[in-house]
Nanobody, 113 residues
């Protein structure tokens, strides 16, 4: 059973940065494509970024140029570096495999104006 543990969220001022981490267990991490999602209150969960097992990345238009997804296969970990944060980035952030496994608890990111 796949387990996903996200961390690194917090409260930051607009323009600041955060680095999220997601440790994955219960699967052969290196063969999985991975994704970061976020869900703001009252909104559907949205796809933020993806990274293939080979390191190819894609981003939602809303975060392109500000967020960077990366992975460390030796540590079974995927990261999301978030720079130039905006209040509209406030959400609970989740990682998942592609295709999706069960969801972790997520990590709260709050950006104050």
């Amino acid at each position: 059973q796949v387990q996903l543990v996200e961390s690194g969220g917090g409260l930051v001022q607009a323009g600041g940065s955060l680095r999220l981490s997601c440790v994955v267990s219960g699967t052969i991490f290196s063969i999985n494509a991975m994704a970061w999602y976020r869900q703001a209150p009252g909104e559907p969960r949205e796809l933020v970024a993806t990274i293939t097992r080979g390191g190819n990345t894609n981003y939602a238009n809303s975060v392109k140029g500000r967020f960077t997804v990366s992975r460390d296969n030796a540590k079974n970990t995927v990261y999301l570096q978030m720079n130039s944060l905006k209040p509209e980035d406030t959400a609970v952030y989740y990682c998942n495999t592609l295709p999706n496994s069960g969801w972790g608890q997520g990590t709260q990111v709050t950006v104050s104006s």
